[in-house]
């Protein structure tokens, strides 16, 4: 979205306030201005006329520890223009960490060489490692354009001061997020041996595994844990290396020798149970892991094992492909209201993180009444041959949020989705069989249960056309036992069969149980 009428609208204001004598409003409405379009020239214009009009304007913009990223710019602009740029960068780094598919550093003074000459390299390098921290890595592509400017302020610092081992594994770690893997080895390579040190074979080590050299990383970790032993995170980096080598029941055991120390160390905890669901493929790991993430919100690294696990896997990460199978019908003969397909609609889609995370993105379908959601299961929008975005599946797991103060096994919610098994496998049997699934992974109490029903329909339809669509189901579910899992795993190595399109089945009956 072009943002250059909003900084418009707030650089009018500026001028208006700043042609009144009101320094303090034209300085906030300046601010939301740089928030808007940075590299504007006539949002510095009149930040130049500010500054003159009000002794540098420094005091309009102070660096409070919660200032927007908008007058952190505005500070830091001033502070170059007071010949302080050094003082500035952090500031201006703060914001693109803020947001960093801005271009926050696209101006003049972040350019000049002699910013990376006068700065001083400690500094520097805690700056780069804080705004790496903010990006992620590698990062995302948008911001990647908007945050070479301070790559470039790091070659000019490497050109002036040299050997500085922090400054070369910081400007390492952002090379190499930015795409730049050359260069990050180099830097990482030549910090390493200018301080060796466990942070500097770890930033080589990562350099390495950018470059796809393997060994080399492996070598520059295992240097790592031999400087600090007691650093588990380590021990994750040496195990996952070792399983991209293939060499996976080494990597075990690194993540259980590490797990012997402290079996609540997250980076290994994390790293522990993709490898294991890698090494088997038994979904447990991942229930496991779902677990462990949901007793530990506080962690301090943000981890994305569970979604790389269940990327591309058939519920796990979303719909299976293939044809879908033949529409279903609702239990309920009504019409929903518009707002209540809008919403359903809003939330659907046919991929989603984890089965937790699909959990999550119903829980704003508790403002539809279960009758509505019911309802929407025979909504012609719904029922589309072509239909992609499994609204049927959203519309259960919206029941999921309704009555959650009830004990699962007598709740309204476990009811209503039993009632939907009825009959031959469709779309409505399908997703009311995923919302027990996903269920089962947030409620470990409501998991034996669900994985006997699971059983049960497996066994049901173990010899029928549809038999492969519920195997993909159980496969995805928590607490199956060991012969029902063999089933189906076995059912899907059986060579599908062209799904046949047929009508939709008859009216749902409704179960007691």
Same mark, same amino acid.
């Given at each position: 979205m072009d943002s250059r009428p909003s900084a418009r609208r707030d650089l009018a204001r500026a001028r208006a306030a700043l042609e009144a004598g009101e320094t303090g409003p034209a300085a906030g409405h300046l601010a939301a201005a740089l928030a808007h379009t940075p590299t504007l020239p006539e949002i510095h214009e009149l930040l130049s006329r500010l500054a003159a009009a009000h002794?540098?304007?420094?005091?309009?913009?102070?660096? #409070?520890? &919660?200032?927007?990223?908008?007058?952190?710019?505005?500070?830091?602009?001033? !502070?170059?223009?007071a010949g302080r740029p050094e003082e500035g960068l952090p500031l201006l780094a703060a914001a693109s960490g803020h947001n960093p598919a801005l271009d926050w550093a696209g101006?003049?003074?972040?350019? +000049?060489?002699?910013?990376?000459?006068?700065?001083?390299?400690?500094?520097?390098?805690? $700056?780069?490692?804080?705004?790496?921290?903010?990006?992620?890595?590698?990062?995302?592509?948008?911001? *990647?354009?908007?945050?070479?400017?301070?790559?470039?302020? *790091?070659?000019?610092?490497?050109?002036?001061?040299? +050997?500085?081992?922090?400054?070369?594994?910081?400007?390492?770690?952002?090379?190499?997020?930015?795409?730049?893997?050359?260069?990050?080895?180099?830097?990482?390579?030549?910090?390493?041996?200018?301080?060796? /040190?466990?942070?500097g074979e770890i930033w080589l080590g990562y350099a390495l595994r950018s470059a796809g050299r393997m060994p080399e990383a492996l070598a520059a970790l295992r240097r790592a844990v031999a400087y600090d032993p007691d650093d588990l995170s380590v021990y994750a980096d040496v195990a996952a290396t070792l399983a991209d080598?293939?060499?996976?029941?080494?990597?075990?055991?690194?993540?259980?020798?590490?797990? +012997?120390?402290?079996?609540?160390?997250?980076? *290994?905890?994390?790293?522990?149970?993709?490898?294991?669901?890698?090494?088997?493929?038994?979904?447990?790991?991942? *229930?496991?892991?779902?677990?462990?993430?949901?007793?530990?919100?506080?962690?301090?690294?943000? &981890?994305?094992?569970?979604? #790389?696990?269940?990327?591309? $896997?058939? =519920?796990?990460?979303? !719909?299976?492909?293939?044809?879908?199978?033949?529409?279903?019908?609702?239990?309920?003969?009504?019409?929903? /209201?518009?707002?209540?397909?809008?919403?359903?609609?809003?939330?659907?889609?046919?991929? =989603?993180?984890?089965?937790?995370?699909?959990?999550?993105?119903?829980?704003?379908?508790?403002?539809?009444?279960?009758w509505e959601l019911l309802a929407l299961l025979a909504h012609p929008e719904t029922a589309r041959p072509d239909q992609q975005n499994g609204l049927e599946v959203w519309a259960c797991l919206g029941l999921l949020h309704h009555g959650t103060e009830e004990p699962w096994i007598e709740s309204s919610r476990r009811r209503l989705l039993l009632g939907l098994l009825d009959g031959d496998v469709d779309r409505v049997t399908q997703a009311a069989m995923f919302a027990l699934v996903a269920?089962? =992974?947030?409620?470990?109490?409501?998991?034996?249960?669900?994985?006997?029903?699971?059983?049960?329909?497996?066994? +049901?339809?173990? /010899?029928?056309?549809?038999?492969?669509?519920?195997?993909?189901?159980?496969?995805?579910?928590?607490?199956?036992?060991?012969?029902?899992?063999?089933?189906?795993?076995?059912?899907?190595?059986?060579?599908a069969v062209p799904r046949q399109r047929g009508r939709g089945r008859s009216l749902l009956r409704w179960r007691r149980d």
């Open positions: 002794g540098g304007g420094l005091d309009l913009f102070p660096g #409070e520890p &919660h200032a927007s990223p908008g007058r952190l710019a505005a500070r830091a602009h001033l !502070l170059a223009a101006v003049p003074w972040v350019a +000049e060489p002699s910013l990376g000459a006068r700065i001083d390299p400690g500094q520097l390098a805690r $700056t780069v490692m804080r705004l790496c921290t903010a990006v992620g890595d590698p990062a995302p592509t948008e911001t *990647v354009g908007p945050l070479r400017p301070y790559l470039s302020v *790091v070659r000019h610092a490497v050109t002036a001061h040299g +050997e500085h081992a922090m400054l070369l594994g910081a400007g390492s770690a952002l090379a190499r997020r930015l795409g730049e893997v050359r260069l990050a080895v180099d830097w990482a390579g030549r910090g390493a041996r200018a301080q060796p /040190s466990k942070l080598l293939g060499r996976l029941d080494e990597a075990l055991r690194w993540t259980e020798l590490a797990l +012997e120390r402290d079996p609540a160390f997250d980076c *290994v905890v994390h790293t522990a149970h993709r490898l294991r669901y890698r090494a088997d493929g038994d979904v447990a790991h991942l *229930v496991d892991l779902a677990d462990f993430i949901r007793d530990h919100p506080d962690d301090a690294h943000e &981890h994305t094992d569970l979604e #790389e696990c269940c990327r591309n $896997t058939p =519920w796990l990460g979303g !719909l299976p492909a293939g044809a879908p199978l033949p529409a279903g019908r609702a239990p309920v003969n009504a019409e929903p /209201s518009a707002d209540a397909l809008r919403r359903l609609q809003r939330v659907a889609g046919q991929t =989603w993180p984890h089965p937790p995370g699909a959990y999550d993105r119903a829980l704003g379908l508790v403002l539809v009444e279960p269920y089962a =992974w947030v409620d470990p109490e409501a998991r034996e249960d669900i994985a006997t029903v699971v059983a049960g329909r497996l066994t +049901e339809t173990a /010899s029928g056309p549809a038999a492969r669509a519920v195997a993909e189901l159980a496969l995805a579910a928590p607490g199956l036992d060991r012969p029902t899992r063999e089933l189906a795993a076995a059912t899907l190595r059986v060579p």
